[in-house]
Structure formats: structure tokens, C-alpha cells
């Protein structure tokens, strides 16, 4: 085999897995939301754009370097998730049967409001936290001198995936391990049910939009190192969730970070093999496909083998 | 015990429930028995507070809890083992037993509750690792009720426990909610299965079309003439 194509593929599919990594973690902000709320928060990626300015201004103005300003946005994402369910999203679902779609469409809404928001107070100008390690990466030779063939890795690109695969770890230990975790899970499977069992539903929607707006905040300070900021880059991402969301099944966590994963790939794929204006028709491809021929999405195979039928 | 208070109440503009009332004193079985759609399963639901009374009260210990929110029941020792089982279907048979004592005392307590369950039911205990989806109906039942002791409950509320179950399984879940009763827990038994519901209560209500229409001790409406010729077809 010809080493510079086998290269070329495995540089590829690294690129996929770290970008998935962090389209998982976006994923699994909007699944939880949708299992527990059963809403679908077309915000998500709105709400990215105003952490990575967050993140955009804590560098600018008092050169803290993105990583450490995980720990500011996305406790400050928490309490704005929760703001946004507490005082939009909560009065708009109590008004039922009007338009069964409100909901949607008021998300919608508060992303447009969000992104217009960005737009005249920070102008339309793109951005960008120039931090010195942006093109530092480290090579596949450093570690093993001998290696037939060379790769090598960004250095934002990997510590941002660390960061994502820690979060999730500790996302997957909260809601497993803990009783509010499980009471989230519980009400996403039995509202009523979990109502029964003394679960604080309306506390429980509360904490998932605050935890989702958390995660996908995060994800915001680990996108500002890798890529351009401007007021409108919200909807690509809330896509990107969309699709994960899709194609992982509607409220699954191992479904998102599984959808995610593989999103990542299919773009990293298709941007390479077919040029970089066509990542965007990957993921189309794959959200048609995900409804065609997936209806309940990894979830429904994932449980499909575990009842094994 | 519990006290309930000429209620009415709608699903949106339709009322199904008419000036309900009825009365479960401590230790005892009170079962309520109906047709398909009498409003029984609505009757728990309100005093669980998942619907609302649009008119009368409900009293347990003494207290109004018809103005409560429906997550605060459980604390004072009032638990619903809803129609069809709602368990948690894709938790664990511990972690829907561990859904049950989340809060106060119960929580202090969940570990020796579960050797508890556990004892009652010991299919569960072989199965505790399993999915709760995909147990057996008669285990998803056994885990309904396992659920709900997990609260340690002064009362339990069970709608239909015996639905879809094949004849020796409803005995055997007819005989741990005896058991339940006997080691001192209220109960309050709404049924289809009309012969075994009276065979265990003592007072029964016969509801019709969402109004009580008949009451008694159990073994006087066994010999009810209407309640045979409707409900047990002699
Ligand atoms: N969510 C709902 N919305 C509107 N009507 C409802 C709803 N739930 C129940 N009803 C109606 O209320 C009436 C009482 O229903 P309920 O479920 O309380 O009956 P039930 O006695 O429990 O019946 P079953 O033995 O079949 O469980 C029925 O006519 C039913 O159609
Ligand atoms: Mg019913």
C-alpha cells in the first residue's frame, strides 16, 4: 500500500475522531434536553456562540487562556440554561395546545435573538483567541523514532478533545452514579413516574437545560482555539446537534456521543476525499440517511442487541 | 387514614369523576371496583395530585393534600403503584428499587429496604443487574410494588397490580399485597379482577361511570345482587 494515502487516511480519521469528540459533547447537551424536556432546543448552537464569546473575552481582556475559562462559562452557561428554561421556555410550554410547535418555534426565537444580540454588540466581525500553542502539534516520530509512516497531532485540537472526553466521563459518573443524575434519567423515561417516586420534575427540567447550556458552553471554549467566532455561527452548530441528536436517538446519551463521534469522521471523510466544501452535504447525507434507514437512530440498535432480538 | 371528599374531576372540559367520596382507615384493605373507564385509575391519580380536583378535598392523616405537588406524597408515607408498572425501563432492576427511596428516612434506610424487597421478591434479586424492560410482566409488577415499598409507605395504592398477568401469578402478587397489609401497611386496591379484589379487602366501593354507586363491607357486596350479576358474572 502506498504509504502517503495510508497517511492520509489515518490523519483523517484522527482529525474526525477529535472533532467528533467535540460534537459529542454539543450532542449531549441537546439529547439530554430533548429526553428530559422533550423539547428540541434549536438554540443549542446560539448558545455555543455566546459561550465562545465569553470565553473570546476572558482571553481578550484578561488573557485567560480558554482551557482555564472552561471553569468560568460553563458554570456561567449553567445558570443562563437555566434562566432561559425558567423565564421562556417553562411560561411558553405552560400555554398548551394553542400550536403544538411553540416551543420550537420560541427556541428558534431565542437563537435569532441571541445571534442578532452578538451581532450589535459585538459587530459581525470575525474573531479569533490567538493563543501560542495554535499551531504547535506533536508527531508521531517524537514517540516512536522509527515509524514507517509520519502523523501528527494539533496541540489545541488534542487537549480539546481531552477535555471532551473528560467531561463526558464525568457527565456519564453524574448521571449513573448520582440521584439527581438518575432522577434526570428517570424523568426523561416517566415523567409520572418519576413524580410518584418524589422527583422534583420541574427542578429536574431546570437542571437539564442549565446542564446542557453547560456542556455545549463548554464545547464553545474548546472550539474558540480552533476556530473563527462571529455572531452567526450558532446555526451550523445547532445543526450539527440536530443531526447528532438524529442519528444517536432522541434522548440517548451513548447514542450522542456515538453519532458524534461518527459525525466527525463522515465530515473529516468527506472534506478530505471530496473537498472542503462538502462537509456540509456529508452531514445532510447523514441526517437523511440516520431517518431513512435508521428511525430510532444507535439507540434503537443499541437496545435491539441488549434485548437480544 | 385517608379521607377523600366529594371530588369532581375533568380531563379538560369533560367531567369523568362526580362528587367522589370515600374513606380508607389505617390497616385496613379498601378496594374501589369498576367497569373499563368507571374513572378508577383517575381517582389515584388525583389523590397522587398528578391530576386536580376541580371541586371537594383530599385528607391524609389529617392533612389537605389536594393543594400538594405530587413529588411531596411520598414523604408523608403515601405511595402509587400506577396502572401498567411504569418502571423505569431502561434502569437497572436495583436502580428503579433505589428510584423509590430518594429522599429523607427512605434514602437513610435503602439499603436494608432493598435486603427487604429483596427477601419478598427474590426473582429480583437474581435479576438486579437486569434491564427493568425486559423482565417478565409478572416481574415488572413484583418490581412496581418492590419500587414503591422502597419508600417504606404507611400506605400503598395499587391500580390493577393483577393487569395481564397469568392466573398463578395473580394470586401470588394478591398475596404479597396481603402480606404487605398484614405486616401494617394501608392499602388501597383498585381492581377488575373483582372476585380476588373483595376476596382480600374488607370494604369495597363499586364505582360506575365516575360515581360511587354502592359500598360495603367485602363480603356483603359479594353477595350483592348487583354486584354478581355485573362484576362476577353468576
Ligand atoms: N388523559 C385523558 N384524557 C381524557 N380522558 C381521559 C384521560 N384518561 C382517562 N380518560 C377518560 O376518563 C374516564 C375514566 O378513565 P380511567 O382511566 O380513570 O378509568 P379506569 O376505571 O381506570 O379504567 P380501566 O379499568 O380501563 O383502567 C374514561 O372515560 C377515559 O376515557
Ligand atoms: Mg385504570
Redesign the pocket.
Known sequence: MDPVKVEVFLQTLIAGILLGGLYALIGLGMTLIMGVMRIINLAHGELMMVAMYMAYWLFTLLHIDPYLAVFIVAPAMFFFGMAIQRFLINPVLRVEAILPENQVILTVGIGMVLSNLATIMFTSDYRSTPVEYASDAWYLSDLWRSSPIELSFSVPWVVSFLFAVVITALLWYFLTRTDTGKSIRATAQDRDAALLMGVNVERMKLLTFGLGASLVGAAGCLFIPLYYLYPALGGRFTLIAFVITILGGLGSTVGAIIGGVLLGVFESMTATYLGMGWAPVGRFIIFVAALVFLPGGIASVLRRRRLGG | MLEVKGIDVF??D?Q?IWDVSFRVEEAEVVTII?A???????ILKTISGLLRPSRGEIFFNGEAIHRLPPYSLIDLGLVHVP?ARRLFVEMTVEENLEMGALRGEAKRQRERSKEMVFELFPRLKERRRQIAGTLSGGEQQMLAIGRALMSRPKMMMFD?PSLGLAPILVAEIFNIIERINQEGTTVLL?E?NVKMALSVANRAYVLENGRVVLEGPAQQLIDNEHVKTAYLGV
Not at chain 2, 373499563?36 to 383517575?42: C, E, I, R, V
Open positions: 380531563y379538560g369533560v369523568v369498576g373499563n373507564g368507571a374513572g378508577k385509575s383517575t396502572e390493577e383498585v377488575q
